[in-house]
């Protein structure tokens, strides 16, 4: 069975900086592009950013290029996502999703989810 | 960026009734379109892949069509169970987007 779980997310003052982390399980973490998908409170869902599976090609939303940066390391079964110059509009749950192929625009759905960790930006 | 427009923005529908949410792509996506569901205060899952590929596991009276930029998502008769908002997402062009969703309730 697929398991994500995420964990880092925390509150955090704006301007500040978080490490997010998904530990992958059930599944070989190192054959797939990942993802991480974003969800403001009562809000719909913003895919964040993507990893191909050995982390040679990544890709960011607008919103948060130049501010967050992704991840993996394949030896640990983990994603990451370093969140830096946190702003109000970033609170959110983070999800991390498992994507369908190695690369990551080919396949490009989301067929396992973690149950996400929140991140709130405040003073 | 692809802009996903779904309609309607939510709907109430009795037990055992036919539902269809639409999705409208801002412009040609193929069929790189999945659409999820999002039970209250759980993580979205995946339904169908590639505008009409049922995910393993998930009920045959979920279906999904394509017809050009417009998508459909099918439910054949509504269980209780079904009560959630849908999302479709494109990926037929970097950033991924998502429509704004779809609340389905009961009547």
């Known amino acids: 069975e697929v398991q994500l779980l995420e964990s880092g997310g925390a509150l955090v003052q704006p301007g500040g900086s978080l490490r997010l982390s998904c530990a992958a399980s059930g599944f070989t973490f190192s054959s797939y592009a990942m993802s991480w998908v974003r969800q403001a409170p009562g809000k719909g869902l913003e895919w964040v950013s993507a990893?191909?599976?050995?982390?040679?090609?990544?890709y960011y939303a607008d919103s948060v290029k130049g501010r967050f940066t992704i991840s993996r390391d394949n030896s640990k079964n983990t994603l990451y996502l370093q969140l830096n110059s946190l702003r109000a509009d970033d609170t959110a749950i983070y999800y991390c999703a498992k994507q369908g192929a190695e690369v990551v625009v080919i396949n490009a759905y989301f067929d396992s989810w973690g149950q996400g960790t929140l991140v709130t930006v405040s003073s | 960026d692809i802009q996903m427009t779904q309609s309607p923005p939510s709907l109430s529908a009795a037990v055992g009734d036919r539902v269809t949410i639409t999705c409208q792509a801002s412009q040609d996506i193929s069929n790189f379109l999945n659409w999820y569901q999002q039970k209250v205060g759980k993580a979205p899952k995946l339904l169908i892949s590639d505008a009409s590929d049922l995910e393993r596991g998930v009920p045959s009276r979920f279906s999904g069509s394509a017809s050009g930029t417009h998508f459909t998502l099918t439910i054949s008769s509504l269980q209780p169970e079904d009560i959630a908002t849908y999302y479709c997402?494109?990926?037929?062009?970097?950033?991924?987007?998502f429509g704004p969703g779809t609340k389905v309730d009961l009547k």
């Open positions: 997402q494109q990926y037929g062009d970097l950033p991924f987007t």
């Open positions: 990893m191909s599976r050995r982390g040679g090609t990544t």
